[in-house]
């Protein structure tokens, strides 16, 4: 919830600038100005980094001479108040043999953060680069050889933002599912049996209402800056933005600069870096959708119940955040296996996701999910996570069959160099409410649809391409889990 309420405030007051929101209370303690962050790159290019505060400060990490004592500055920042709700419905109708179960639910939450007044705290960097001239970084230090080993960056905290006084976040959730069971026995044709019919109705409602207090002090969202350290122990502080950090090894230079880096901090980048094109070209080869194609492979089963749950978890994004570091992990952990066969870990790898899915479904295909389709789920969640809270909130209530049809369109647009005939579009979306859902869709990432007479186009502007390949692939593996569901 702490974690939900900072993320709202450096998405509103920042969101395409330097501040890391503060994910946990636990962490406020260690972000002192110059106290060192870990920032650890993820495997696809698009993610953002993960940032972990450390017990030590440059100064830790320095050979010999006194300790640094930064020079900080204090300034009044701003007042936030903020409330966010939400409001989503869903059901589900089916009938097989004699029965049919129709499931029904209603949810609501409302989260509230009051932080009140704010303050800033900046580090003084050319006192900074004036105490610390010639000082070298201790190489056999337990945290850089650590980090070494692992190819992560280590930053210093260069402003962080803080509460001063006592203050409140607060979530108000209430859901509400209707379960209906009808059985039905019939005769057989000219048989004497009667016509037996039974009808059962529950109703589950959960309310769920914290708050949590925060003390003056608390620091909520920080900026770093990253340093380059060369194995001899010289070290840079990394100035110029797009700058980024790194250890020295043998085969890549520490001169790199924006032109191949991500051009802030969250890892959203724009379209005319290297990364961007890169990342671009691959789109247009396919190559992502060919790492998501094994989803079509899963049973029918598992792939209904797949696409439920994800399109639930697009209204909580902490929800989609926390199912994202899950697969991480379990992915992780496949690559490092020596024998992905092996059995033992094939049934609790399984057991993790589908106990974190929620699905009886899903629980009677344990053994389904093999290590090509465990990337794909991981693929596809990480592409959802770097969209905005609005396309998500789109892409929660699509159903199969727009879905299907707005990614037969997205290729189209993408493949074409001219205008596509608007009698050529999918017939789906010839209907008004999904073709403006399909300019409700591309608008929330900047992208226009633009229509003239007979004709129909893509208008990227200031979109960054990055967010049209996630949105993409977004689509196109929600529409292989949905693709027996529209047929």
């Known amino acids: 919830m702490f974690s939900k309420a900072t993320a709202r405030f ?34 696809w290019a698009w993610q953002r980094p993960k940032y972990h505060p450390t017990d030590f400060t440059l100064s830790d990490l320095l050979q010999g001479g006194k300790a640094l004592k930064p020079g900080v500055s204090e300034a009044e920042f701003l007042t936030y108040q903020g409330t966010f709700g939400d409001e989503y419905t869903g059901k589900l109708d089916t009938e097989a043999g004699p029965g049919s179960v129709s499931v029904e639910g209603l949810g609501r939450s409302k989260l509230q953060s009051c932080f009140g007044k704010l303050k800033k705290e900046e580090l003084d960097v050319k006192k900074l680069l004036k105490d610390s001239n010639n000082r070298l970084v201790d190489m056999q ?57 039974g009808k059962e109705v529950n109703t589950v409602q959960l309310d769920c209402d914290v708050s949590l207090e925060i003390p003056s002090g608390t620091v909520i969202a920080y900026s770093i800056l990253e340093l380059e350290i060369k194995k001899t122990g010289h070290y840079d502080i990394c100035l110029q933005p797009g700058t980024i950090g790194g250890f020295e090894n043998d085969s890549v230079s520490m001169s790199r600069s924006c032109d191949d880096s991500l051009t802030t901090v969250d890892g959203i980048f724009n379209g005319d870096t290297v990364q961007g094109a890169a990342l671009w070209r691959s789109h247009q080869n396919e190559s992502q ?95 959802m996570e770097e969209l905005p809270d609005e396309t998500l909130s789109l892409l929660s209530d699509s159903r199969p069959d727009f879905l299907a049809s707005f990614d037969k369109l997205m290729v ?75 047929e």
């Open 141 to 197: 230090h337990v945290l850089v050889q650590q980090m070494e080993k692992r190819a992560e960056v280590l930053t210093v905290v260069k402003e962080r933002i803080l509460t001063t006084n006592s203050c409140s976040v607060s979530q108000t959730q209430k859901q509400q599912c209707t379960f209906q069971g009808v059985l039905r026995l019939l005769g057989l044709p000219g048989s004497s049996v009667k016509v037996l019919s």
């Open 10 to 43: 450096v998405r509103q007051i920042d969101p395409d600038g330097s501040l890391i929101h503060v994910s946990r209370v636990n962490d406020s303690h260690k972000l002192l100005p110059m106290a060192i962050v870990v920032k650890r790159n993820r495997f």
């Open 412 to 486: 189209w647009l993408q493949e074409s160099s001219t205008p596509l005939s608007m009698q050529s579009i999918p017939v789906a979306l010839q209907d008004s409410q999904f073709f403006q859902q399909a300019e409700q869709l591309l608008s929330s990432i900047n992208v226009m649809l633009r229509t003239d007479t007979d004709q129909l186009w893509m208008e990227t502007g200031d979109s960054r391409d990055v967010l049209l390949l996630v949105l993409s692939l977004s689509v196109f593996g929600l529409s292989l889990l949905c693709a027996s569901l529209h």
């Open 289 to 383: 959708y060919m790492d998501l194609s094994p989803l079509g492979n899963l049973p029918q089963s598992v792939r209904l119940a797949l696409s439920k749950k994800l399109q639930e978890t697009l209204r909580d994004r902490a929800a989609l955040s926390y199912l994202q570091c899950l697969l991480e992990e379990l992915c992780s952990s496949e690559r490092v296996q020596t024998d992905v066969t092996d059995e033992p870990q094939e049934v609790l790898r399984n057991s993790v996701i589908l106990d974190q899915l929620d699905s009886d479904c899903l629980s009677e295909c344990s053994q389904s999910v093999v290590p090509a389709q465990l990337s794909s789920i991981y693929l596809l969640v990480s592409a």
